[in-house]
Every structure is written in C-alpha cells, then in structure tokens.
C-alpha cells in the first residue's frame, strides 16, 4: 500500500468528513441556539442530506467518500477495500468530524455563552452527538442504531451497483436524499447518528471543551451505542443487499 496514495485519500475522507459534519452540526446549533426561531427538524433532516450530498462530492473522485466507518467496514467485508485502509480512513473520518465540531463550536461560541451563560448542559451537547430519549431502553437503542445503519448501508450498495441502476453524478444527491428519509422516519428515538465518525469525534470535543465527561456517562454510558450499532448495522444491511439482489447480476454474467 503505497504511503503518499493512503495519506491523499486520508486527507481525502478528512475533508469530505469535515464538510459533511461543518454543516450538519452546524444546522443543529442554529435551531437549537436561536430556540427554534432559525430552523426545525425538516430543516435539520433537509441540511443534514445536503451536508453528506456535499461531502460526497468533495471526497467522492479519491475514495468514493465513505465519510462514515460504517460504510468502510462494510467495504472491507466485502472485500471492495483492503483491510489495511480501514483504519487509516476511519482515524481520517472521526479527526474531519472533531475538527468541524471545533469549527462550529467557534462559529457560534458567542451564541452558545448567550444560551447558556457558560455553563455547558446536555441540552446543548446534544447539538454535536446524539443522545436517547428516557424512555430508550439500551437494547432498544441498540437496535434503532443497527436498523438504521443497516437501511442506510443497503440502499447505498443499491444505489453504488451499476448492474442495477446508474445514478452516475446524481448519486452523492440520491444518498444526500436517502439520509433525509432516515431522518424523518427515524430520528424519535436517539438522532439517527448512523455513523461512528459524526458521533464519537464530536463527542470527544465536547468533553474537553467545557462539557465534561457527563457527555460519555450520560443515559448510562450510551456513547458506545453509535459506534458498536453502525458498527453492526452497516454489513449487515450490505450483506443482505448482495445476497437478496446483488447475487441475482451475478448469477447472469
């Protein structure tokens, strides 16, 4: 694996990561800091597509921009990337999500002393990773994580298979879409992170930039939901894509 093609496509998923994330929670901090005046949950759902549409096209010509381990997991086990870029490209991803975090966090660090006076809450932590609604219990948020990943993973490997269909420079637009439907079908229960790189990195911001380390032990310790779920749910919605579809074009070649 030659080291300056890794650090380009590294720098590659940074950016693209960066720019997805720079909107996406940049939206959120709008709504929640202008209590509602400036944005709703349509708008976040709408941004949070048309964020991921843009990063895919800043990324996409290098690595197809993956953006998300979830999704480089799932290439590898599929055996449509080596195994060695999985970490490269995920230490990429989750450094281009904290580093927007900061961007955002700077952008709005008046807004945010004038919300809260200094004092970091939950209330707006949850602008930069997702947390449960009480009523979720763990293995139901569990759930929610793998589902949704898994919905997202196997509509993209449709969307990906040119023996199905050929989105050609709609594609990034297509997925951008297919993020907002996740979002407005489901995002109830815990924000539909779907993604580990968009979760812990701002997340690990937060905790040293005034929220503490309430931002890992809230809702007893669900930080490790949205990794370990899209984690799970990733191959899995790709596996079942090629086995219940994709395997039907490798049967006619």
Wanted: aromatic residues 12%.
């Amino acid at each position: 694996m030659n080291s300056s093609t890794i650090r380009r496509e590294m720098l590659a998923e940074f950016l693209g990561t960066f720019v997805m994330y720079g909107f996406g929670g940049a939206v959120v901090a709008q709504k929640v800091l202008s209590h509602g005046d400036n944005g709703s949950y349509l708008a976040i759902n709408i941004a949070w597509g048309l964020a991921v549409t843009m990063g895919i096209y800043v990324a996409g010509g290098v690595t197809g921009a993956h953006l998300n381990p979830a999704v480089t997991l799932a290439l590898a086990i599929r055996r449509k990337l080596p195994w060695g870029k999985f970490l490269p490209y995920t230490v990429a991803q989750v450094a281009g999500a904290f580093v927007a975090a900061a961007a955002v966090l700077l952008v709005y660090r008046d807004a945010f002393n004038a919300f809260d006076n200094g004092v970091r809450t939950l209330e707006t932590a949850g602008i930069f990773a997702t947390y449960p609604q009480p009523y979720l219990s763990t293995a139901g948020a569990l759930f929610d994580q793998i589902f949704g990943t898994a919905m997202l993973l196997l509509v993209i490997s449709a969307i990906g298979d040119s023996r199905n269909n050929s989105t050609g420079n709609l594609g990034p637009l297509v997925v951008g879409m297919l993020v907002v439907v996740i979002g407005m079908c489901f995002g109830l229960n815990a924000g539909y992170a779907i993604n580990p790189a968009r979760d812990f990195g701002p997340r690990l911001l937060t905790s040293i930039t005034g929220w503490g380390s309430e931002v890992f032990t809230a809702n007893n310790y669900y930080f490790w939901i949205p990794i370990v779920g899209p984690f799970i749910g990733g191959p899995l919605g790709a596996i079942i894509y090629d086995r219940l579809v994709g395997r039907f074009f490798a049967d006619q070649e």
